[in-house]
């Protein structure tokens, strides 16, 4: 059977840095950080993180209210950044309704604050009375996708993925597989997630997020960082279209990279320990899927979230697959980890930064940890450099990790 | 609790709940036709309207009849009849 190619034609992001890739690619070329002291996070006992990359809503008042009513905070940066990543692609919006285009949008779960809301309505007398009739659809794991698919119109095959921060990576490769197989021609993908106080609690009690910085948020998260501490939550969404070449080529399509090559796999053997070997297993399969060699790879978009095992095992593993000179860096030190939002997030605005012709350094990242050396990491400046073989990381709690490989193309080659 | 009360309140639910014009909330004013509500938004008027006047609806059948803004307002001034009704030496 023959496989039809994929690529990705349309671009969408809510980040901390505001709405749209270009918003988010000036924040990091500003070399600014997002990360704010959380007002209000001491009030939670035993919360010792109190950091935070905040996205602002605004303008959700546009989307009508009848449509609006099904969508908790994630599901609204979703929403706008799968209307920006329509616009942006061009694509005539009657496709929506051929059926031969849908939507997989991931999210850790459905709106935390959302979740909050209900427990907090019904628990004090144990009243279901008070629930909103919308609190089920704001709450639900597949809030995101399924809102983006009604406000769209889209008809074709609408999922979710569900493995927290590789919720975004899950989409995307579920997409590209669902056009190569042929089952559709247009897939929107990606990922949602919002900051609220439970979900950074989540990592806080497994020791996993940053709590020295507290009264310097700016300088926290420090991915592969001497002094890195820990994660930093933040919030939005990112969304991709992916299109099939020929479709894309037909409409005269501005295409930013053809997907090659996707792989996942899980570790098998922790629920939080980062696995090397998997980590290993994984970037090599979906090397070895899109057919090209280790040395041919011009950057590496890590998954880095400035944990101290997770760091140092993808920087061992990213030695052992790449050596030392492919260029790597990590964009959470600008925008927090945006969880199941992160990989569609930090894949667009590295491939908006390739097409100006530099690879972003890590912000941050001023001493490289002992631990984490044996990789050509980007630090202080860009690096003005021309990427045409790229690999984007993400991993995930439950022992995943989700490698995407992409082809840069201008004009269409 | 007088009409005027009754009238004010609930056309804040529909303000606040629904983003309706308050224009649009006349006493003949179709909820379902004409200020577009549906099955879905009625669940959130009877929470609305629980809380706001502080009754039990859920499980009253006359909320089925309900067809205009004023049959909402005749509603609740009844449930606020019985209400006094049913206080001890009301």
């Not at chain 2, 309207?49 to 004023?70: A, W």
Request: hydrophobic share 40%; net charge negative.
């Amino acid at each position: 059977m023959q496989l039809r190619r994929v690529v990705i034609t349309g671009m969408g992001s809510v980040s901390p840095f505001g709405r749209g890739v270009t918003a988010l690619t000036d924040g990091i070329e500003a070399g600014r950080s997002a990360v704010r002291k959380m007002a209000g996070w001491d009030h939670y006992i035993g919360l010792r993180s109190q950091v935070g990359a905040p996205a602002e809503l605004k303008d959700e008042k546009l989307i009508p209210r009848q449509s609006r009513r099904s969508m908790g905070r994630l599901s609204l940066f979703a929403v706008q950044a799968a209307q920006d990543a329509v616009d942006d692609s061009g694509l005539d919006p009657a496709l929506a309704t051929t059926g031969r285009m849908g939507c997989v949008v991931g999210s850790t779960t459905g709106s935390a604050i959302s979740i909050s809301q209900a427990f907090e309505t019904m628990l004090p007398d144990h009243d279901l009375t008070k629930l909103s009739s919308m609190q089920f659809f704001h709450c639900i794991s597949h809030t995101a996708t399924m809102n983006v698919a009604q406000y769209l119109k889209l008809n074709g095959w609408v999922m979710a993925t569900s493995a927290a921060c590789a919720s975004a990576m899950h989409a995307m490769g579920t997409g590209y597989d669902l056009i190569r197989l042929g089952r559709q021609d247009v897939m929107l993908c990606g990922g949602a997630e919002e900051l609220h106080p439970t979900v950074t609690g989540s990592f806080d009690v497994l020791f996993a997020t940053s709590v020295k910085y507290n009264d310097t948020p700016h300088l926290t998260p420090r991915p592969f960082d001497r002094d890195r501490d820990g994660l930093v939550c933040g919030e939005g969404a990112g969304i991709l279209m992916l299109e099939e070449y020929e479709h894309a080529i037909k409409r005269n399509a501005r295409i930013y990279a053809e997907v090659i090559g996707y792989h996942t796999c899980s570790s098998g053997d922790h629920v939080s320990e980062s696995s090397r070997p998997a980590m290993v297993t994984c970037m090599r399969e979906s090397l070895q899927e899109a057919g090209v060699e280790a040395g041919q790879v011009d950057y590496v978009n890590a998954h880095a979230t400035a944990t101290l095992q997770g760091d140092k095992e993808e920087a061992e593993a990213i030695h052992d697959v790449f050596g030392d000179k492919v260029p790597v860096s990590s964009l959470k030190g600008y925008i927090g980890h945006t969880l199941g939002a992160s990989a569609a997030i930090e894949l667009a605005a590295s491939l908006a930064g390739i097409r100006k012709g530099v690879l972003y350094p890590t912000l941050n990242l001023q001493n490289i940890s002992p631990e984490c050396q044996g990789v050509n990491h980007v630090m202080g400046t860009a690096l003005q450099r021309e990427a045409r073989i790229i690999v984007k990381n993400s991993f995930a709690f439950g022992g995943i990790s989700a490698v995407l490989v992409c082809r840069v193309m201008a004009d269409g080659k | 609790m007088t009409k005027d009360e009754v009238v004010t309140l609930t056309n804040l639910v529909f303000e606040e709940s629904f983003e309706i014009d308050k224009a649009k909330l006349t006493p003949q004013a179709k909820i379902f036709d004409e200020l577009g509500l549906d099955s879905l938004d009625i669940v959130d008027l009877i929470v609305a309207l629980q809380k706001k006047f502080k009754v039990q609806i859920r499980e009253d059948e006359r909320v089925r009849s309900i067809r205009t803004l004023d049959d909402i307002y005749t509603f609740i001034l009844t449930l606020k009849q019985e209400e006094e009704q049913k206080r001890p030496g009301g």
